[in-house]
């Protein structure tokens, strides 16, 4: 059974830039969140979507933004890049429901430059 | 979501058993227990979870205070590659809302 895959794995932006992060989640499950991990916040809630719905959303600015395809797979964008922005992105699926185990890809790694 | 305290780091011997434990004093009725290791900074790995009940499985032993409101994690025969931070995390949300503390640094030597 295929995990959580994100692309791409690594990538480098400039500042002022947007960019767009991708993720698949396990086959069948229909919730997908995002965390971003940075050395000195350690990892943080970004979104959560179930069903092409946002469910819950952290407490980030708005150039951060997320969407679910009807596939479930989902994409976060983050425009007008700045340097904090720098961090490992993490996505995880889950199926949803109370009690459910939540899996984690291997992270997409953005370098603002 | 509850607050959860776990010690900064620890160290064991490989070969021994490795006994984690995790502090959720205000946890309430419907939150669970997850449990998930990060090595490298590599996406974190789910190990267990439970919301009453002792739970077990290939990886580790979940052990759960009858007030539920601590929690240890036992790693029955640790060996290098448990060399990682854990996190012991509450919540009620199934919807992937996790929210991290800063972990345990697990050291393990030969």
């Known amino acids: 059974k295929a995990g959580v895959t994100q692309t791409p794995r690594y990538l480098i932006k400039t500042r002022g830039q947007q960019v767009t992060l991708s993720c698949s989640p396990i086959?069948?499950?229909?919730?997908v969140s995002w965390y971003q991990q940075t050395p000195g916040q350690g990892l943080q809630f970004l979104f959560e979507?179930?069903?092409?719905?946002?469910?819950n959303k952290g407490n980030f600015p708005g150039r951060f933004s997320g969407r679910q395809f009807s596939n479930s797979r989902s994409e976060m964008n983050v425009s007008t890049l700045e340097l904090g922005d720098s961090a490992l992105y993490l996505c995880?699926?889950?199926?949803?429901?109370?009690?459910?185990?939540?899996?984690f890809g291997e992270g997409s790694w953005l370098t603002v430059v | 979501d509850a607050k959860t305290t776990q010690p900064t780091s620890m160290d064991c011997a490989e070969g021994r058993a490795a006994n984690l434990p995790c502090n959720h004093s205000t946890i309430s009725g419907n939150e669970y227990v997850y449990w998930y290791r990060q090595i490298h900074s590599q996406g974190p790995q789910y190990i267990i979870h439970?919301?009453?009940n002792n739970e077990t499985n290939e990886m580790a032993s979940l052990i759960i205070t009858e007030d539920r409101k601590s929690s240890t994690l036992i790693l029955p025969h640790a060996t290098l590659r448990d060399t990682a931070v854990y996190y012991c995390i509450m919540t009620t949300d199934s919807w992937g809302k996790l929210q991290f503390g800063a972990g345990t640094q697990v050291v393990v030597t030969p």
């Open positions: 439970g919301l009453k």
């Open positions: 979507y179930f069903s092409e719905t946002q469910r």
């Open positions: 086959s069948g499950h229909r919730s």
């Open positions: 995880a699926s889950s199926l949803g429901m109370s009690g459910n185990t939540i899996y």
